[in-house]
């Protein structure tokens, strides 16, 4: 791609750097030059080592484990662009951190996914750029503009590739069904749904009923992201009672919290595949993943907004 003037430039906190690096080669730019780092008694410490008066500023900064220490970098390098007169500032978050706490559903709860679009406001953010979201209304959080892009396009056309015969795609429960029906309907086949129960707060579910005829097909699986593992791995299973010959698994984001390695290394999937927008370590993958870039998706939206052009352009084809 051909480089583009120096106006634009793109930061990286810790949690990603491998990301930031390859966007700024699909983009032909040098990598932003900060310093993020903790001091001996834990606080956090950012300088930009470069003049970004009146300048484009992207930061690339998903919000993974450590949550809150990448949150906290974040939020201080978006304060320190402000301080240092960056003409716009744009937090890009590959994957929004506490999106799952989007509303009250137990009495005396918080909406942390409201609280962290606050301090992105607070902060001096101008504009979130971000990848599938765990709930749409998330976006209305804000006072700014969200682009919220999809990494189903990578996904499917990775599927499509494989010339699957009989293949049945699987929402493994109700609340991700719409972006489901986007996958089955870019691989022309037909949808079906895990019905499920969450018990408690643990991050297990019970997973209750298949919705659809599975009978016979290859069953893909698709969440917008896999934490612990235990629902899709339990959704395989139940899947393969209902009679499917195979079961493939496609997510956005790979949490890979806890035990979930081990536990989808031992599922009935025969291929797990992920992006790479939350950073996924070689002692986290097994044999059965397959990880798929998003720099060239991330890049792509960050011209665009940089030159004023349409994002949902990119997902019109």
Not at 149 to 174: H, M, R
Not at 286 to 306: D, Q, S
């Given at each position: 791609?051909?480089?583009i003037?120096?106006e634009?430039?793109?930061?990286s906190?810790?949690?990603?750097?491998?990301?930031t690096h390859?966007v700024c080669?699909?983009?032909?730019?040098?990598?932003?030059?900060?310093?993020v780092?903790?001091?001996a008694?834990?606080n956090?410490?950012?300088r930009?080592?470069?003049?970004?008066r009146?300048r484009?500023v992207f930061?690339?900064?998903p919000?993974?484990?450590?949550?809150?220490?990448h949150?906290?970098e974040?939020?201080?390098m978006?304060d320190a662009?402000k301080?240092?007169?960056?003409?716009r500032i744009?937090?890009v978050?590959?994957?929004?951190g506490?999106?799952?706490?989007?509303?009250k559903?137990q009495?005396?709860?918080p909406?942390?996914?409201?609280?962290?679009?606050?301090?992105l406001?607070?902060a001096g953010?101008?504009?979130?750029?971000?990848?599938?979201?765990?709930a749409p209304?998330?976006?209305?959080?804000?006072?700014?503009p969200?682009?919220e892009?999809t990494?189903v396009?990578?996904l499917t056309?990775?599927f499509?590739?494989?010339?699957i015969?009989d293949?049945?795609?699987?929402?493994?429960d109700i609340?991700?069904s719409k972006k489901?029906r986007?996958?089955a309907?870019?691989?022309?086949?037909?949808?079906a749904i895990?019905?499920?129960?969450?018990?408690?707060?643990?991050g297990?579910?019970?997973?209750m009923?298949?919705?659809?005829?599975?009978?016979?097909?290859v069953a893909l699986t698709f969440?917008?992201?896999?934490?612990t593992?235990?629902?899709?791995?339990?959704?395989?299973?139940?899947l393969l009672d209902?009679?499917v010959?195979?079961?493939?698994c496609c997510?956005?984001?790979?949490?890979?919290?806890r035990?979930?390695?081990?536990?989808?290394a031992?599922s009935?999937?025969?291929?797990?595949?992920v992006?790479?927008t939350?950073?996924?370590g070689?002692?986290?993958?097994?044999?059965k993943?397959t990880v798929?870039?998003?720099a060239?998706l991330l890049?792509e939206?960050?011209?665009?907004i940089?030159?004023?052009?349409?994002?949902?352009?990119?997902?019109?084809?």
């Amino acid at each position: 791609m051909v480089s583009i003037h120096d106006e634009l430039v793109v930061f990286s906190g810790n949690a990603h750097p491998e990301l930031t690096h390859s966007v700024c080669e699909y983009l032909g730019i040098p990598d932003g030059q900060a310093e993020v780092f903790k001091f001996a008694n834990d606080n956090t410490f950012v300088r930009i080592l470069e003049n970004i008066r009146q300048r484009d500023v992207f930061i690339v900064q998903p919000i993974c484990a450590p949550v809150n220490d990448h949150l906290m970098e974040l939020l201080i390098m978006i304060d320190a662009c402000k301080r240092a007169s960056a003409g716009r500032i744009t937090a890009v978050m590959p994957y929004y951190g506490y999106g799952r706490t989007d509303k009250k559903d137990q009495p005396r709860v918080p909406i942390t996914a409201r609280l962290v679009a606050d301090l992105l406001t607070a902060a001096g953010a101008d504009r979130v750029l971000t990848v599938d979201l765990h709930a749409p209304q998330v976006q209305g959080f804000f006072n700014m503009p969200v682009d919220e892009l999809t990494a189903v396009p990578i996904l499917t056309q990775y599927f499509a590739d494989k010339g699957i015969e009989d293949l049945v795609v699987v929402a493994v429960d109700i609340g991700i069904s719409k972006k489901a029906r986007d996958v089955a309907e870019r691989l022309s086949a037909p949808l079906a749904i895990i019905e499920k129960r969450r018990t408690d707060n643990s991050g297990q579910s019970e997973l209750m009923n298949v919705i659809g005829d599975v009978e016979g097909k290859v069953a893909l699986t698709f969440d917008d992201e896999i934490d612990t593992g235990g629902t899709v791995a339990n959704a395989a299973q139940a899947l393969l009672d209902h009679g499917v010959k195979q079961v493939f698994c496609c997510a956005s984001h790979a949490v890979l919290s806890r035990s979930a390695p081990q536990t989808m290394a031992q599922s009935a999937f025969t291929e797990i595949v992920v992006t790479d927008t939350i950073p996924i370590g070689p002692e986290k993958r097994n044999g059965k993943f397959t990880v798929l870039p998003v720099a060239p998706l991330l890049g792509e939206a960050i011209y665009r907004i940089h030159k004023g052009l349409s994002v949902g352009e990119m997902f019109n084809n």
